[in-house]
């Protein structure tokens, strides 16, 4: 488990040990191994994790760098961001043209 990721993902927040830990519904002694390594999380606590940290269980894992990882977010009605950049009316449409054809190509199979 990449520990620097989980620490940073809850600083980033900026979250206490036992802010976290009460949030996963865990001792905070639990959490805090965690991050120090000392304890390794089971499955049901690793997706809790990426969950609560709104990031994937590869990402905790480090088996793909967060940089990768895509910020999607809705800034007002009708405006959507990736990566704190709002899209262009251009953009969106392709967005959707894209999501519309992968859907299409699923179906299929």
């Known amino acids: 488990m990449n520990l620097d990721r989980l620490t940073e ?6 979250w206490s040990l036992q802010y976290t830990a009460d949030r996963l519904g865990i001792a905070k002694s639990t959490y805090a191994g965690y991050e120090s390594g000392y304890r390794r999380p089971s499955f049901e606590a690793l997706a809790l994790l990426a969950d609560l940290f709104e990031t994937t269980c590869d990402d905790l894992l480090g088996r793909t760098p967060h940089h990768e990882q895509i910020s999607l977010e809705v800034t007002e009605p009708n405006k959507l961001a990736v ?8 953009e969106a449409i392709g967005v959707v043209a894209f999501v519309r054809a992968k859907r299409t190509i699923e179906e299929k199979r």
């Open 83 to 90: 990566d704190g950049k709002t899209l262009t009316k251009e």
């Open 9 to 14: 993902l809850r600083k980033k927040k900026k």
